[in-house]
């Protein structure tokens, strides 16, 4: 997960169906779905973080609008955000890039998910992030194509770190790398953390 400011609301009445609306949000979330941070602009759909069954109020609310990609959507569960017995972290309200951590095992491909807190709402983010990064209590298998969607980025990150210290070319693969780690790109949670463990060097070049 990642930190999302929102832009400012738009003026005058809207719906969360209007193109216009649909566009900012999708915007705002740098076109990558909130909870697995895949870039996949075609399959993104602008949902409620509070449902619309339990708040019908919030229907059409700036600050309950977010960005998700269509598997992702369908694996959260149904139960979600309809009381302190279910509530996750709020991209767009706690700092997530803080309070969440994500890391990929080129062991077993699993991707890990810990905290330094063990509240209620922490506890069932970190049950929501198994569910999507490694299946937990999900039926689906979408997470099998997720991990290697992972594992080619990192990859391919380690490989910009690689040529760096082979090529003299250190201001195009350090541009490379940055753009990278840049929040906008995909799976920066599982990047960060890959970065700090392994090439703490590069830590500045976080945005």
Known sequence: MFNVTKSEMPAGDFKYTDKAVKEQIKKDFFHKCYLCEEKTPRHLEVEHFYPQSSFPEKKHDWDNLICICEKCNKIRPKKINTGEEDAVLNPCKDDVEK??????????????????????????????????HNGADSLSYSFIDLRKLIAAELTELEEEINNLSIYNLEAVFTKRIQKRLSRQSAFTAIKKTFILENYPAFKNLFD
Do not use: K
């Open 99 to 132: 309070l969440i951590q994500l890391r990929y095992n080129c062991v077993d491909y699993s991707v890990s998910v810990s905290s330094g807190a063990a509240t209620t709402i922490i506890n069932n983010t970190i049950g929501l992030l198994h569910r999507i």
